[in-house]
Antibody, heavy 119, light 108 residues
Framework: QVQLQESGPGLVKPSQTLSLTCSVS??????????WSWIRQPAGKGLEWIGR???????KYNPSLRSRVTISVDTSKNQFSLKLTSVTAADTAVYYC???????????WGQGTLVTVSS | SYVLTQPPSVSVAPGKTARITCGGN??????VHWYQQKPGQAPMLVIY???DRPSGIPERISGSHSGNTATLTISGVAAGDEAVYSC???????????FGGGTKLTVL
């Protein structure tokens, strides 16, 4: 089973950029059968898919966030990352990194990290 | 964009059967996956491709499709089944993942 671990600042100021990294162990981000995703969940609300990337760097983003999101992959470190620009309080959430199959079955999840947007 | 609709809550007595629905336009043409999320934990896959179970998931948890509704069924419900259950599909036309809003299962 693949293990994923999110890391990054837990507090971000409004209008700044949220940056998170997901470290992968027990598997490789270079796997052609996997996609690497970010998903978030505001407190008391449902899951929201942010986007995904594969080993070749091909990305897909949620249309509601597309203009502010960048997901990248670093095969040398076996990591992938999320950047979300111009954040507001509405971006406060638990952020999960995850491993998807090609048909978007999400088998493996990180434990999640809370990011709060506040001055 | 594609929308999945779930009831906010379902309550069931211990030992009974809980049924959690997930509605979507022509959902029968999608593969539906279900996740269980307990407080303070990450979601966990419990059903994939409508009715398949990952290893370690008991047979009393099952999934089905009928018309415009997918259903997660949990038989012999116990206190340990209390959680939020979310359905999910992959919209292949847009290559986007879509989640339902989640249903909180309460064991009375």
């Amino acid at each position: 089973q693949v293990q994923l671990q999110e890391s990054g600042p837990g507090l971000v100021k409004p209008s700044q950029t949220l940056s998170l990294t997901c470290s992968v162990s027990g598997g490789s981000v270079s796997s052609s059968s996997s996609f690497w995703s970010w998903i978030r969940q505001p407190a008391g609300k449902g899951l929201e898919w942010i986007g995904r990337i594969n080993v070749s760097g091909s990305t897909k983003y949620n249309p509601s966030l597309r203009s502010r999101v960048t997901i990248s992959v670093d095969t040398s470190k076996n990591q992938f990352s999320l950047k979300l620009t111009s954040v507001t309080a509405a971006d406060t959430a638990v952020y999960y990194c995850a491993r998807e199959t090609r048909t978007a079955v999400i088998y493996d999840w990180g434990q999640g990290t809370l990011v709060t947007v506040s001055s | 964009s594609y929308v999945l609709t779930q009831p906010p809550s379902v309550s069931v007595a211990p030992g009974k059967t809980a049924r959690i629905t997930c509605g979507g336009n022509n959902i029968g043409s999608y593969s539906v996956h279900w996740y269980q999320q307990k407080p303070g934990q990450a979601p966990m896959l419990v059903i994939y491709y409508d009715s398949d179970r990952p290893s370690g998931i008991p047979e009393r948890i099952s999934g089905s499709h009928s018309g415009n509704t997918a259903t997660l069924t949990i038989s012999g419900v116990a206190a340990g089944d209390e959680a939020v259950y979310s359905c999910q599909v992959w919209d292949s036309s847009t290559d986007h993942v879509v989640f339902g809003g989640g249903t909180k299962l309460t064991v009375l």
